[in-house]
């Protein structure tokens, strides 16, 4: 008799584990993927930084251009006129020159010497300023090419603020729409938070589960039920459920083996009162359990084995919109 129980228990465990361990390889696969956008994402407010600063410099050098230019203009209206100045000399020289080039050939030499020089600096100054005007337009369109980089910049992360506030309002009003429909379960230890821009609603074992045991408590399952409505109408949240317990070693027996394998199994039987009457996706669910490995108080004492003893619903959004603006810079 007890040989047929145990082998319809395996039968009926095989397929849950099995969707278990792909969940959970999911679940992985999600944290990995936001660990990677919050890289990502220092990555590139460290990138923001150094380009802001950037700007700066050159903002700062392109007001130090323009003062430099209006020097430059000055200069070339100077020029202009030195220009202007020296043409008349020339036409002058020309006709001083056509006077007196019967007659006088050292003068006239003199004044041709003085007409080429005078020539040769008109050249220079044409040169000069040319060159000047040649730099300016170069540098106005390096600092128009950097405006461009960094405004775009700057809209990538505009678009990335709105998503993730609207993802942190999102779970702002999930974490307040659960904690007020869960409100009469708190003096049972029940309590809801958000952490990491995670949704996590923490049940102690006394709400849920007796000692030793994976079957749900009526006073817990009145608890998930009010809960399942809430995750049916937001359909972009995914779903962990996570079992912990205490340091104290469990008898291993036909249900589970330890305090690890416990820990899994609660988290099962209460995604099965999940989805029990729901339209929730299962896909969405993954089912864990982290023993007593990961406990919220660390001290030898009956309370903290007592807060150890807990399970805990995380509710972590849809990042893909963010990942996929991400990988597009």
């Known amino acids: 008799m007890i040989t047929f129980f145990w082998s319809i228990f395996f039968f009926n465990s ?4 099995a969707k278990f361990h792909e969940l959970e390889d ?22 923001n930084a150094e380009m802001n600063s950037k700007i700066s410099l050159l903002e700062e050098e392109l007001e130090a251009l323009e003062t430099k230019t209006e020097e430059t203009k000055k200069s070339y209206d100077k020029l202009s006129d030195d220009y202007a100045d020296l043409t008349r000399r020339y036409e002058d020289l020309q006709q001083t020159q056509e006077a007196i080039i ?25 040169d000069r300023l040319k060159e000047l005007e040649q730099n300016v337009g170069d540098r106005m369109r390096d600092l128009e ?4 980089e960094l405004n775009e910049r700057n809209q990538r992360l505009i678009e990335m603020e709105s998503i993730m506030y609207a993802k942190d309002s999102l779970m702002r009003t999930l974490k307040n729409t659960i904690a007020e429909a869960l409100y009469g379960f708190q003096q049972d230890g029940l309590s809801v938070s958000v952490r990491n821009g995670k949704v996590y609603v923490s ?20 608890a998930l039920r009010k809960l399942a409505p809430i995750l049916e109408n937001t359909p972009d949240i995914f779903i962990t459920v996570e079992g912990h317990t205490d340091d104290v070693p469990v008898r291993s027996n036909p249900s589970y083996h330890d305090n690890w394998d416990l820990s899994v199994k609660r988290a099962t039987s209460i995604v099965r009162i999940l989805l029990d009457n729901s339209s929730i996706d299962p896909e969405r669910f993954i089912a864990s359990g982290r023993g007593e490995y990961l406990p919220v108080d660390s001290s030898n004492t009956p309370e903290a084995r007592q807060k150890n003893r807990r399970t805990e619903i995380i509710l972590t959004p849809d990042l893909d919109e963010l990942y996929q603006l991400l990988e597009s810079d």
């Open 14 to 17: 095989c397929v849950p584990i």
């Open 26 to 47: 999911k679940n992985k696969k999600i944290d990995a993927e936001r660990e990677k956008f919050l890289e990502q994402s220092e990555v590139l407010s460290v990138d």
């Open 102 to 126: 019967t007659g006088h050939s050292r003068e006239t030499r003199r004044l041709l010497t003085e007409l080429q020089g005078t020539q040769e600096e008109l050249q220079l100054k044409e």
């Open 145 to 148: 090419k950097l405006r461009s």
């Open 203 to 222: 049940m102690e074992e006394k709400l849920l589960f007796k000692t030793g045991s994976i079957e749900v408590d009526p006073r817990g399952v009145s």
